[in-house]
């Protein structure tokens, strides 16, 4: 089919005969007219055609052609132009010929004519052509992305849908989309967005308005690629124009708006916006339509906005719960079934998702996505698998259903994201006894161990959480922990990290592996007692219930206790009752208990004023917090009255 533009693209005073001939044939009629090329000149291309024989033939023609250009008028333009589009532009060779040949100067210069017929010629075949990589870059080199961006003020409405239309082209390359903003263009396409969308009323000058937000739409989902653009975009009151777009019924239309969306739900701002401004029940609409592409990205939207509760209760409250579980099928679409199965993830946070989840047989279906498939699926798919181990009985389904063993093989991987999920997955299946031996046996708590040597302080952590619950259920921690030689020496070595989180961790490690007497020597051999005397003065509430937690453990060797003393811990540790977080001061009711068996602590503690809000703490509604209290206050009392004898002998001997 020939190429035509919406303006009249030949003179009124052709011949009907003249009309009727190719566009290329009436460009040479034409331009023999007004040219002063020799007829010898003109068959150049051929001879050089046999001297270059790799050349394809496309190439001949497109040389051809931007002669005709350089040197036409503008009705000659025009049909040189027709000519040009009736060749394969999505072939490469076509594209690099135009480039090559100087044809992309000629076309980004025709941008900045008062015609409008030469501006919509160049924006068609500049449409194609920017398909290419190489040629997207030498269009913002050549500086081209502000011709036209000029061009989307033009009150000819094909002419600003061609315009963003290539813009959306260009601007997929990161220098692009700098250039757009710089040069207000992101102000510029979102006020295309700005037309009616009424399916009902629907007129041929309506279709070119949804034409020109459609590509205004998929420009600005190119641009949002970029930080500051997603800022620009709403600051532009882009956000309520895209909320009314995606109401449209149009999918080709839906395509770009919800891509943007998704793209710009990396901000808060717009996750707010998707939230509270209705947008979350056209998403979920969306989502049950029967396209790939639009179900991706209504998927991946709600991947990024489920982190916040409510929206996941939204997510639920319009029965998006289903439509995600029944993507799932689709694993042929591997876009589709990460974004499907991240959007899964994040939702089942909410274990009221997650029971809707099992109705809908979720469970057995990521179990069996845990093989062959692509690292950005398997990172979702294990992360959603670590929620539904929440749930007791699915602790169970996950064992029986295969899931411990491959999630156990994936700890081979290096892909970090992953390794954090599957200890997550594998912390929480741990917390059944009966699954520790099955993950002890398939060598998986060495795997897990061996992961606190990543350089990636999440994995670390995420590892040493994991571990907390093997220690805790496994069968003979004491002969399971010996067995891995370096094990404990990694333990400690950790607990100089500077990283909080690992800290943390280490510390509930050290508490769990503290409780077996064999293990606390060999810990206290390596040096863990001063190590986390360093860590006393944080002001971190968690790191303050773990750390008490582990020195309170660690203080079953008894010369440790004196120890912890001679390291100023004692005194610090009696500033943590000050704090309002009852799990911090029950573990540092239970530390200072055990410290309290040493009478050089008794005094520190004493001249930090311990009694009184030790005695506070006894009329506490937790008994166990009564009984660490009561129980400091009575060794601080015996020591008292046995100095009290003491003074009393020596007065009277």
């Keep these: 089919m020939k190429a035509e533009f919406s303006a009249s693209s030949s003179p009124g005073h052709m011949s009907s005969q003249r009309t009727k001939t190719s566009a290329g044939a009436v460009v040479e009629e034409q331009f023999s007219e007004s040219s002063s090329e020799t007829e010898e000149e003109e068959e150049q291309p051929e001879r050089r055609s046999e001297t270059n024989p790799d050349l394809p033939s496309e190439y001949w023609q497109i ?12 009705t000659v333009t025009v049909l040189v132009l027709c000519a040009m589009m009736e ?24 941008l900045d004519t008062n015609d409008i017929r030469c501006k919509i010629g160049s924006l068609k075949i500049l449409t194609k052509i920017s398909q290419n990589v190489h040629l997207r870059q030498t269009i913002v080199h050549m500086r081209g992305l502000q011709r036209m961006v ?61 034409e020109v937000a459609r590509c205004g739409a998929s420009a600005l989902w190119s641009c949002s690629k970029s930080s500051n653009n997603k800022e620009a975009i709403r600051k532009a009151g882009g956000i309520p124009l895209l909320g009314r777009l995606l109401r449209s019924p149009q999918e080709n239309m839906l395509i770009p708006v919800v891509g943007t969306l998704q793209e710009c739900a990396s901000q808060e701002s717009y996750r707010v916006a998707i939230q509270t401004e209705g947008m979350m029940e056209d998403l979920v609409k969306n989502l049950r339509r029967d396209n790939d592409e639009l179900q991706m990205l209504c998927a991946s939207a709600i991947f990024k906005c489920a982190e916040d509760k409510r929206t996941r209760d939204l997510v639920r409250s319009y029965k998006g719960l289903q439509p995600l579980v029944s993507l799932l099928a689709k694993a042929d679409n591997k876009q589709l079934l990460a974004a499907a199965t991240g959007a899964i993830w994040k939702c089942s946070f909410s274990m009221e998702n997650v029971a809707i989840f099992q109705e809908s047989k979720a469970l057995q279906t990521l179990i069996g996505l845990l093989t062959d498939q692509p690292e950005d699926v398997l990172v979702n798919v294990v992360g959603a698998l670590g929620q539904f181990a929440q749930k007791p009985a699915n602790k169970t389904a996950i064992c029986n259903g295969g899931g411990i063993k491959a999630l156990i093989n994936l700890l081979n991987g290096t892909n970090q994201a992953l390794l954090v999920n599957v200890t997550k997955a594998v912390g929480a299946c741990a917390t059944e006894k009966d699954n520790v031996a099955i993950i002890d046996q398939l060598d998986g708590v060495r795997l897990v161990w061996s992961l606190l040597k990543n350089p990636s302080t999440e994995v670390q952590s995420s590892a040493a959480w994991a571990l907390c619950p093997c220690i805790e259920n496994a069968k003979d921690a004491r002969e399971m922990v010996l067995f891995l030689i370096g094990g404990l020496e990694l333990i400690v070595h950790l607990l100089k990290s500077t990283n909080n989180e690992v800290q943390t961790s280490i510390c509930a490690v050290v508490a769990k592996l503290a409780k077996d007497k064999e293990i606390l020597g060999v810990l206290t051999d390596r040096g863990v007692v001063p190590l986390l005397a360093e860590l006393i003065n944080t002001t971190d509430n968690r790191l303050r219930c773990y750390l008490a937690e582990a020195i309170g453990h660690c203080c079953m060797w008894s010369s440790n206790r004196a120890s912890f003393g001679e390291y100023g811990a004692v005194g610090p540790l009696v500033r943590y009752l000050e704090s309002k977080d009852t799990s911090v001061l029950m573990s540092t009711a239970m530390a200072l208990y055990q410290l309290s068996k040493e009478p050089s602590n008794i005094i520190t503690m004493h001249e930090e004023g311990v009694v009184q809000q030790l005695i506070h703490l006894t009329g506490s509604d937790d008994s166990k917090l009564q009984e660490f209290a009561a129980g400091c206050l009575r060794n601080i009392r015996l020591l008292a009255l046995a100095n009290q004898r003491t003074a009393c002998s020596n007065e009277n001997p």
Aim: with cysteine.
């Design 63 to 74: 040389q051809k052609l931007v002669k005709y250009l350089k040197a036409a008028d503008q």
């Design 87 to 110: 060749l394969d532009l999505t072939k490469e060779s076509c594209q690099l010929a135009i480039q090559d040949l100087g044809g992309l100067e000629v076309l980004l210069n025709l």
């Design 150 to 210: 000029n061009n989307l003020d033009s009150p000819v409405k094909e002419l600003q849908a061609l315009a963003a239309e290539t813009i959306a082209n260009v601007a997929k390359d990161r220098r692009a989309r700098r250039t757009v903003r710089h040069h207000g263009g992101i102000r510029k396409l979102v006020k295309l967005l700005d037309c009616f969308h009424d399916s009902a009323d629907l007129r041929a000058n309506m279709e070119k308005d949804l």
